[in-house]
Each structure stands twice: as C-alpha cells, then as structure tokens.
C-alpha cells in the first residue's frame, strides 16, 4: 500500500520551459515532504524540502508547492535546464526528527533541446 | 568532504549463497540508514541505526537480513542465504542530526541467479 505516490512514470519538457512533477500521499501524519533527484548509477540527492506547515517553498530554479487538504505536493522547475533530466524521487517523513523517509516509485525527467 | 561510500558496486552471487554489503557514512554522521530499491518500485527503508544501536528495523524484510554497526562508524548488511526476489539496489545513508534530510551513497546492485 502505497503511501507516496507518483503516478506519471516519466515526462518530457522543452528546454527553457517549466517543469511540473507532482505527488500524492494518503497519510496525514507526514509533517515534511522532499524532492531528491537521481542520476543513473548515483544515488538519490536531496534538492528542496517543505514543512507542513507551509504551502510554498522556494530555492532558485526549484518551488515546492503543498495542497495539505488534497494531500498533494509538486515541484516546478522553471526553467528547465538539460541538467535537470533525471528521475525525482517525492518523498515524505513523519513525525519526529529521525523517522524514514517514505518514497514515491519517482518521476523520469526528460529536458528536450 | 568525503561522502557516503558503499561497496562493492555491483554484485552478482547464486541463490542460497551468501553476500556481505558495505557502507562508510561521512565522517560524523551518527544516523545510518539502509533503502532498498527493487527494479521499478519505489526506495524502500530497512533500518536506521543511531551510532551502533538499532534505532528503527521496522522495514528489514525477514530474519536472512542481518545488519550492523560495530563501534559506530561503517556498516554491513548481510543477506544469508540470497533469494531471488533480494535482487535490488541497496542504498545507505547517512545525516548528522537525524531527519528526513540524507545523504546517499551510490548504491550497490545487487543480482540473484
């Protein structure tokens, strides 16, 4: 039973437009959700993160929304760099400083020149 | 900085034998954390360790999983003996205070024939 869910496998994006990724969980409890991203053979890179408490959180290129009442997150990257192809992991945590962190299946990520 | 090492990088063994999988963390970390990804699912947690101690094995699969952290610095987990269905990438890794913010290794791909 999945708990993260990310159910577009892959999407594909002009360079230089936004990307949008998003993200569905069922768990109320999560209180902090992350974006990680993975390149082939590497693993998985933390980008940005966001409290439940927030709706918006911004880093650059990169801005997590959150939709506590929808249970949905998704990030936009804008704009879309060819750098940015990989797969990007959604991921959730619950309560507690050390608690796992729960993982969406992840999204593939194709810029296009 | 050196950052989370795991090895070997690639493993192939027979069902019914035996595998030992390594983790150095940064230099620091106290919090190690074993993920397992099987192909086209979702990261999946196994345990977390606090220094030596077992903080959490709520995710590792069945007693054939034997995880440790002698004195507190790296890790091993052992697989005895590999079914099939272990074959996967195994991630460690590892954060300084805890939290859903990590650090990841490479990984090491595990396969069972």
């Known amino acids: 039973d999945q708990q993260v869910k990310q159910n577009s496998p892959s999407l594909s994006v002009q360079e230089g437009r936004i990307s949008i990724l998003n993200c569905d969980y069922t768990?109320?409890?999560?209180?902090?959700f992350l974006w990680y991203k993975k390149y082939p053979a590497e693993g998985p890179t933390f980008l940005i993160s966001?409290?439940?408490?927030?709706d918006k959180n911004e880093d650059g290129r990169f801005t997590v929304f959150l939709n506590k009442s929808a249970k949905h997150l998704s990030l936009h990257i804008v704009p879309s760099q060819p750098g940015d192809s990989a797969v990007y992991f959604c991921?959730?945590?619950?309560?507690?400083?050390?608690?796992?962190?729960?993982f969406g299946k992840g999204t593939r990520l194709h810029i296009l020149p | 900085e050196a950052g989370v090492t795991q090895f070997p990088s690639h493993s192939v063994i027979e069902k019914g034998q035996t595998v030992t999988l390594r983790c150095d963390p940064i230099s620091g970390h106290d919090n190690l954390y074993w993920y397992r990804r099987v192909m086209g699912k979702e990261i999946k947690f196994l345990l977390h360790f606090v220094k030596e101690s077992k903080q959490d094995e709520s995710g590792m699969p069945n007693n054939r999983f034997l995880a440790e952290r002698t004195g507190g610095t790296y890790s091993t987990l052992k697989v005895q003996p590999a079914e099939l269905e272990d074959s996967g990438v195994y991630f460690c890794a590892s954060s300084l205070t805890g939290g859903p913010r990590q650090y990841f290794g490479p990984g090491t791909r595990l396969t069972v024939t």
């Open positions: 991921a959730a945590s619950g309560m507690g400083r050390d608690d796992k962190i729960i």
């Open positions: 966001i409290s439940s408490i927030k």
């Open positions: 768990n109320s409890m999560f209180d902090y």
